[in-house]
């Protein structure tokens, strides 16, 4: 029977019949993470020194060859399962059997909690960020030292790749950083549960605030709470990987809210926050002036719903932009003489680019470029052409959202941000998994519509898959596979999914269909009249 606003109860409007899909789809998602935190007992990264080993179950599976194998094997079966329930609860939202947000933010909760106390995994940075704080216990600039200019046992958890660079984090997370270091000493493994606590106050950040944003943008909070809150990476990355882009995107959701809301000082304040946290926060502070400028009126800065002007004029803009900034370098000052350090992670904000991924667009088809001239006898330039590259698409992004924020007709300022975040994450100098969450939690509640959750579901399908492929993502590799083949393989799995949804086919079809008569009309000679 088909499910219509007639055979809802209005009372309970997930139900149809006697089965509950969050129940039922909940379920499969607590065993999925379950069967991960399993997994990071045997592979999680851990310092050598750990006591996990007291318990023998986890003694085996970090001890013995064939434990390290059942472990990440259970950490692929895990995040699969957790896909699974997620994209069996995107179905029940999107066939609105399931209206509702506040069992949906519990049961991701419920999902968080088995991952709460057990290894990272898919990511070592959270022994980088106590590592940096520690710098400062010692009265080093970690914006000009890295991690090894203090030995000790906690550089053992530090990925290589990161001992030597300085940090290009803002100065109150590293000062958090310090604050851990000092108080657990050479308990790393105590500091980076801390450390994930910082985080999981972002992802409570993103509960509390992404319905409130979605209601603030006209959208529905049950599409913004499934996209951007249990969504699988957000458990992955940010509950499991305790990565500090947790806390930065939870409170730029937070300040958007707050803005579209008509509090616009409060936003501006929380997106500095964030950007006090990691730098890409800032790009939203344009649109928080944007969102100030529109509910401008004769008597004040906050206007009435009727007094919004959704399109004010240029000249309009640029008080609320003045004001902005000014309480971003007032508080960027504030935490800098609270914490002695300086804007030195301005120069540090090229550390992330050091490495290379097949997953960056920029990186793979520039490399690719590189190794054809390099086979034709032309002489190796890909770092040369890598540098170009980035430089050029910095440059883009930053000309593309100026001229969103300059136009007559003013973007949506969340959907702006949304946008801003994305394509800084996508393209630039190098593209983590979890960095298409800034963007994708905020779109969630800003634009997301039916129509484009399948767009979602593939993209974190493609995520998921490269995560679990990468050898890199546990301490056992267990079968060693290249960056590029798990980029091609994950990026399969999402065409595929695309391809096989009725509605993005058909979409696909008539894009395509588009740009060959573009194509078309752009190679062939025009008829004469």
């Known amino acids: 029977m088909p499910v219509t606003s007639a055979n809802l109860d209005p009372a309970r409007p997930w139900a149809v019949g006697a089965r509950d899909p969050v129940t039922r789809h909940g379920l499969v998602g607590l065993l999925g993470s379950t069967v991960l935190a399993v997994g990071a007992l045997g592979v999680g990264h851990v310092p050598a020194r750990s006591r996990l080993g007291v318990l023998t179950a986890t003694d085996v599976l970090r001890t013995t060859t064939v ?7 259970c950490v692929i079966v895990g995040a699969l399962l957790l896909l699974r329930a997620w994209l069996l609860l995107g179905a029940d939202v999107r066939e609105g059997r399931i209206t509702g947000t506040a069992r949906l933010v519990r049961m991701f909760w ?14 070592q940075d959270v022994y980088s960020y106590t590592a940096q704080g520690n710098l400062l216990n010692v009265g080093y600039d970690p914006y000009k030292f890295g991690p090894a200019a203090v030995p000790g046992a906690n550089l053992a958890t530090v990925s290589g790749t990161w001992l030597d660079t300085p940090a290009p984090y803002g100065p109150s997370f590293l000062y958090l950083g310090k604050l851990t270091a000092q108080l657990f000493g050479s308990h790393i493994y105590l500091a980076a549960l801390t450390m994930r606590l910082l985080a999981l106050l972002g992802v409570w950040l993103i509960a509390t605030y992404l319905p409130r944003l979605a209601r603030a943008c006209g959208k529905e909070p049950s599409l913004a709470v499934w996209a951007g809150l249990l969504n699988p990476l957000v458990l992955m990355h940010f509950v499991s990987g305790a990565h500090n882009d947790a806390l930065m995107t939870g409170l730029v959701v937070a300040g958007l809210a707050y803005a579209l809301e008509g509090q616009p000082i409060i936003g501006a304040l929380l997106v500095t926050l964030g950007g006090t946290v990691k730098a890409p926060a800032l790009l939203a502070l344009g649109f928080v002036g944007l969102a100030w400028a529109m509910r401008r009126d004769g008597s004040g800065v906050r206007g009435s719903p009727d007094e919004i002007n959704e399109h004010p004029r240029r000249r309009a803009r640029i008080g609320p932009w003045i004001a902005v900034a000014s309480i971003a370098l007032a508080t960027f000052l504030v935490i800098n003489a609270l914490t002695g350090l300086t804007f030195g992670w301005i120069g540090a904000l090229g550390t992330p680019g050091l490495i290379h991924t097949w997953l960056s667009p920029v990186t793979a088809v520039t490399l690719t470029v590189a190794q054809l001239i390099a086979v034709a006898g032309l002489g190796d330039h890909g770092e040369t052409m890598l540098r170009v590259a980035r430089i050029f698409c910095e440059v883009g992004i930053l000309a593309l959202i100026a001229t969103w924020l300059l136009r007559r007709r003013a973007i949506e300022p969340a959907t702006g941000t949304a ?6 994450a996508v393209f630039g100098p190098v593209l983590q998994p979890w960095y298409v969450l800034w963007g994708l939690i905020v779109i969630s509640a800003a634009a997301l519509g039916r129509r484009g959750m399948p767009y979602v579901a593939a993209t974190t ?3 998921v898959v490269y995560c679990t492929a990468q050898t890199s993502s546990t301490t056992d590799p267990l079968i060693h596979i290249g960056d590029g083949i798990c980029a091609a393989l994950g990026v399969a799995v999402g065409a595929t999914m695309l391809l096989r949804d009725p509605v993005t086919r058909t979409e696909i079809g008539h894009g395509i269909r588009g740009w060959r008569s573009a194509a078309r009309r752009a190679v062939l000679p025009q008829s004469s009249p």
């Open 461 to 463: 399908a493609t995520l």
């Open 110 to 123: 419920l999902w968080a909690v088995p991952l709460v106390l057990v290894p990272p995994l898919f990511s």
């Open 419 to 424: 946008a801003a975040l994305l394509l800084l």
């Open 67 to 73: 434990g390290g194998g059942i472990a990440k094997v």
